[in-house]
């Protein structure tokens, strides 16, 4: 599956598609000890400018998207698994206006909710969209292991923390995820 751009529904920058994409994923129901490693990696992206791109819907990739959006600049494209509603454009003006974020979806305004279907369609999109990918945190089984299955993900580097749920990314050849430059001496 390749989806062009010009096939999608968009709300703000649309350069942002020409940058490198850094996907965010991470199951919904995910311990808390993950919380502090994936903001190491968030604040990572953040300092070198990296484009996230994510369907921001479990509380983790939500607390994340709060976090990039309180950045001078950092690149967002925000993939919905619905259209994109009238209200979206007030919630979201200033990131929108600054050009750092990007609404995406494959539906029209008339999908208004959620559905497993649409939510597995977005996942795949944003798994299309993205140069690389960061799954902190795999509930065996889920969402996320099914999209593993994806020829999407076939050739896109894929980050991950270092625990036993972990075990299908490993085995598929991601790589622990360990903070690098300024900071590495954070990772304790």
């Known amino acids: 599956m390749y989806t062009a751009p010009a096939e999608l529904h968009t709300l703000g920058n649309k350069a942002l598609f020409r940058l490198p994409k850094r996907a965010f994923f991470c199951s919904r129901d995910y311990p808390a000890d993950i919380e502090r490693p994936t903001l190491l990696w968030a604040m990572e992206q953040r300092y070198r400018g990296h484009c996230v791109l994510s369907g921001f819907h479990s509380r983790l990739e939500q607390a994340m998207l709060r976090y990039f959006l309180h950045g001078e600049w950092q690149p967002v494209i925000y993939v919905l698994g619905r259209g994109i509603q009238p209200g979206i454009r ?54 996320l292991h099914r999209l593993l299955r994806s020829e999407l993900l076939q050739d896109k580097p894929i980050l991950t923390l270092d625990r036993p749920e972990n075990q299908p990314l490993l085995a598929i050849g991601a790589q622990v995820f360990r903070p690098g430059g300024v900071f590495s001496h954070l990772d304790r």
Not at 92 to 121: C, H, M, N, S
């Open 90 to 143: 007030f919630d979201y003006e200033t990131p929108v206006a600054a050009g750092r974020l990007l609404f995406v979806t494959p539906f029209g305004p008339e999908i208004q909710t959620v559905t497993q279907e649409t939510a597995d369609i977005r996942n795949l999109l944003v798994a299309d969209l993205a140069d690389q990918f960061f799954i902190p945190f795999l509930t065996p089984s889920g969402n």
